[in-house]
């Protein structure tokens, strides 16, 4: 079993940047992938962002170039800076990773970009 553990969202202006950070518990290395989901209510879960433990990335385009997902392997954390914020941004954030072909989730972190 792997829990995650996100946190760090909360209320932001256009255009304004936030960090949200997930703690893993045990080890990154057991965890290849982690990344990011958001989902906004009536949507599906949509991908925002992953990184392996070779620290190759993978974005949504409707991100690129606004958000970078960054891994602390020895801390079991991954961390997810948004910046340019806008309000389609506003969701609840979910941190994912997969380990032994298992999906692990953690509870959500709720966004809001208004002004």
Excluded at 14 to 35: D, H
Aim: net charge neutral; hydrophobic share 30%.
């Amino acid at each position: 079993q792997v829990q995650l553990v996100e946190s760090g969202g909360g209320l932001v202006q256009p255009g304004g940047s936030l960090r949200l950070s997930c703690e893993a518990s045990r080890s990154s290395f057991s965890i290849p992938t982690m990344g990011w989901y958001r989902q906004v209510p009536g949507k599906q879960r949509e991908m925002v962002a992953s990184i392996t433990n070779f620290g190759d990335t993978n974005y949504a385009d409707s991100v690129k170039g606004r958000f970078t997902i960054s891994r602390e392997i020895f801390t079991n954390k991954v961390s997810l800076q948004m910046n340019s914020l806008n309000s389609e941004d506003t969701a609840v954030y979910y941190c994912h990773g997969t380990s032994g072909g298992t999906d692990y989730w953690g509870k959500g972190t709720l966004v809001t970009v208004s002004s």
